[in-house]
């Protein structure tokens, strides 16, 4: 049988891989080869001109090069800050600038920033009018097979493909992929953009198997060219995380999020810093990076929280200073991975705290206190009571050295009372009940009485389960009805607050030593 033949017998859907692989081939080895299969008779292939290279087509006046500039960079700032209507309006009147200058190449660079805003926006029709336009000033600046008609040729495609027009899409993109091919590795950016686009299309057609070597590769060629930092490389790895999660991927995806949150927050936190400071070195991004990580914590943004937290911990192993301020950071940072319930990553950082903190002989503090308690309900957690009341014994002597407040030592009591009595350790549950009680009576709160119910209905528990019925039964009609009385209470906004007290009194006694 005739491969023709054998084609045809192919079904739409093995056709589609099949003609992903063979231009997957054709952009790695087969360009060269075309190429000079269509040089000229003496040898000298026609080689297209480099939109780089050409000069600008009408006389351009220096404010008017200035108003342009001005628009585009305004229109890229709304544009990474998500501000889209403003984006929109900047960017159109760029546009509209570059086009009395009759610069195409200052219009196409408009027309793209205008489309990746109605892409946002979700304005596709527009956006295709905007990559059209960029299309066609390409063609009549670079040519037909220039290496500017190719990168075009894939954004466009890349848009029809996401809008279903898979057909045309598959055109415009073997023609750029044909292209680029012919072009050799002169021009790994357009590579990219073909390679990016040939992805979207492969998810688009329901082949995202075969989107995640193209997606690689255009990656591996943008971060070569641009580097790790560069913004066009971030978005890269976040689509391309994106596409993992798909393919359930999920520890490659994280990963790379990470890097990008990582890469948005460095950059961040060193935009406009001077350098010029008295502190310790280090210590102005230090703040700015905590800052930033309890902002992102109080809106819930967990990744960005983790990333900044990361930072801060970097600038900590730069300085010699040894002030707890790393062991500070890690139990923020291992907060950050227990509220995402990745227990293994922060029970590790939890330890490391503890132990940066023995090796450097500053265990007496309520940072300590904090760290070893929240390791011990990591113990509670997996239900070895033994070593989750060892620590929590051990957080609660700390805290009587350091002269902690009611409040913090009720916390403490409570999780000690409640390890002791699933434990089965009923002296010293009852020894940490009796406490808990006494402590939380002379607190005026919600939560203290809360707590102090609580002390007590554990109380009655332990003289039940070791045969002190009576003493028991007391204690238990003293208790007839409270739960019910409390329950009706708001106590979900108290214990919020409580938390946010323990929270606040620890960080200040920890940050008063290296402010």
Same mark, same amino acid.
């Given at each position: 049988?005739?491969?023709?033949?054998?084609?045809?017998?192919?079904?739409?859907?093995?056709?589609?891989?099949?003609?992903?692989?063979?231009?997957?081939?054709?952009?790695?080895?087969?360009?060269?080869?075309?190429? &000079?299969?269509?040089?000229?008779?003496?040898?000298?292939?026609?080689?297209?001109?480099?939109?780089?290279?050409?000069?600008?087509?009408?006389?351009?006046?220096?404010?008017?090069?200035?108003?342009?500039?001005?628009?585009?960079?305004?229109?890229?700032?709304?544009?990474?800050?998500?501000?889209?209507?403003?984006?929109?309006?900047?960017?159109?009147?760029?546009?509209?600038?570059?086009?009395?200058?009759?610069?195409? =190449?200052?219009?196409?660079?408009?027309?793209?920033?205008?489309?990746?805003?109605?892409?946002?926006?979700?304005?596709?029709?527009?956006?295709?009018?905007?990559?059209?336009?960029?299309?066609?000033?390409?063609?009549?600046?670079? +040519?037909?097979?220039?290496?500017?008609?190719?990168?075009?040729?894939?954004?466009? +495609?890349?848009?029809?493909?996401?809008?279903?027009?898979?057909?045309?899409?598959?055109?415009?993109?073997?023609?750029?992929?044909?292209?680029?091919?012919?072009?050799? =590795?002169?021009?790994?950016?357009?590579?990219?953009?073909?390679?990016?686009?040939?992805?979207?299309?492969?998810?688009?057609? +329901? $082949?995202?198997?075969?989107?995640?070597?193209?997606?690689?590769?255009?990656?591996?060629?943008?971060?070569?060219?641009?580097?790790?930092?560069?913004?066009?490389?971030?978005?890269?790895?976040?689509?391309?995380?994106?596409?993992?999660?798909?393919?359930?991927?999920?520890?490659?995806?994280?990963?790379?999020?990470?890097?990008?949150?990582?890469?948005?927050?460095?950059?961040?936190?060193?935009?406009?810093?001077?350098?010029?400071?008295?502190?310790?070195?280090?210590?102005?991004?230090?703040?700015?990076?905590?800052?930033?990580?309890?902002?992102?914590?109080?809106?819930?943004?967990?990744?960005?929280?983790? !990333?900044?937290?990361?930072?801060?911990?970097?600038?900590?192993?730069?300085?010699?200073?040894?002030?707890?301020?790393?062991?500070?950071?890690? $139990?923020?940072?291992?907060? =950050?991975?227990?509220?995402? &319930?990745?227990?293994?990553?922060?029970?590790?950082?939890?330890?490391?705290?503890?132990?940066?903190?023995?090796?450097?002989?500053?265990?007496?503090?309520?940072?300590?206190?904090?760290?070893?308690?929240?390791?011990?309900?990591?113990?509670?957690?997996?239900?070895?009571?033994?070593?989750?009341?060892?620590?929590?014994?051990? !957080?609660?002597?700390?805290?009587?050295?350091?002269?902690?407040?009611?409040?913090?030592?009720?916390?403490?009591?409570?999780?000690?009372?409640?390890?002791?009595?699933?434990?089965?350790?009923?002296?010293?549950?009852?020894?940490?009940?009796?406490?808990?009680?006494?402590?939380?009576?002379?607190?005026?709160?919600?939560?203290?009485?809360?707590?102090?119910?609580?002390?007590?209905?554990?109380?009655?528990?332990?003289?039940?389960?070791?045969?002190?019925?009576?003493?028991? !039964?007391?204690?238990?009609?003293?208790?007839?009805?409270?739960?019910?009385?409390?329950?009706?209470?708001?106590?979900?906004?108290?214990?919020?607050?409580?938390?946010? !007290?323990?929270?606040? =009194?620890?960080?200040?006694?920890?940050?008063?030593?290296?402010?």
């Amino acid at each position: 049988m005739e491969s023709g033949e054998d084609i045809q017998l192919l079904s739409r859907d093995q056709k589609r891989v099949l003609r992903s692989v063979l231009l997957s081939i054709f952009l790695l080895g087969a360009g060269p080869a075309i190429l &000079k299969s269509v040089a000229a008779p003496d040898g000298s292939g026609s080689k297209p001109k480099s939109a780089a290279n050409l000069q600008p087509t009408g006389n351009i006046a220096p404010s008017q090069r200035t108003d342009w500039q001005k628009s585009t960079q305004a229109g890229r700032s709304a544009l990474k800050a998500g501000n889209l209507a403003e984006a929109e309006v900047k960017l159109q009147a760029a546009s509209a600038t570059a086009e009395k200058l009759k610069d195409k =190449q200052l219009m196409i660079e408009s027309l793209n920033l205008l489309a990746d805003c109605h892409d946002k926006l979700q304005n596709y029709e527009q956006e295709q009018v905007d990559r059209r336009l960029a299309l066609k000033l390409a063609r009549e600046t670079s +040519g037909e097979t220039g290496p500017q008609t190719a990168e075009q040729m894939a954004l466009l +495609g890349s848009l029809l493909a996401k809008q279903g027009a898979v057909g045309e899409a598959r055109t415009l993109l073997d023609q750029a992929m044909e292209l680029v091919g012919k072009l050799g =590795q002169a021009h790994p950016l357009e590579q990219a953009w073909c390679y990016l686009a040939l992805g979207r299309t492969q998810i688009a057609e +329901g $082949v995202p198997g075969l989107a995640d070597d193209s997606f690689k590769k255009a990656l591996e060629l943008r971060e070569a060219k641009l580097g790790a930092k560069n913004e066009l490389v971030l978005d890269t790895m976040s689509e391309y995380a994106t596409l993992l999660e798909q393919l359930d991927r999920k520890d490659e995806a994280k990963k790379l999020q990470e890097k990008v949150t990582l890469a948005h927050a460095t950059a961040a936190a060193t935009a406009g810093s001077t350098g010029a400071s008295t502190a310790a070195p280090g210590a102005s991004l230090f703040k700015k990076y905590i800052a930033t990580a309890r902002d992102a914590e109080a809106k819930g943004d967990r990744q960005t929280a983790i !990333a900044n937290w990361k930072l801060a911990l970097s600038e900590t192993e730069k300085s010699t200073a040894k002030d707890g301020r790393a062991a500070f950071v890690l $139990v923020h940072l291992a907060d =950050q991975y227990l509220y995402n &319930k990745e227990t293994a990553e922060a029970q590790a950082l939890y330890k490391r705290g503890i132990e940066m903190r023995e090796q450097a002989s500053a265990t007496d503090t309520l940072g300590m206190a904090r760290n070893l308690l929240r390791l011990a309900t990591l113990y509670t957690g997996k239900s070895d009571y033994a070593e989750s009341n060892r620590l929590l014994s051990r !957080a609660l002597a700390i805290e009587d050295r350091c002269g902690a407040s009611d409040l913090l030592l009720s916390n403490t009591l409570q999780y000690l009372c409640s390890g002791c009595v699933a434990g089965k350790d009923f002296a010293q549950a009852e020894a940490a009940c009796k406490r808990l009680i006494s402590v939380a009576g002379s607190m005026q709160s919600p939560t203290a009485v809360m707590k102090k119910n609580m002390g007590t209905g554990m109380l009655v528990s332990i003289y039940m389960q070791t045969g002190r019925m009576a003493e028991g !039964a007391s204690m238990a009609k003293d208790l007839s009805g409270a739960f019910a009385q409390a329950k009706s209470n708001d106590l979900t906004a108290a214990y919020q607050a409580d938390y946010n !007290a323990v929270e606040k =009194q620890v960080d200040e006694s920890e940050e008063k030593v290296f402010r």
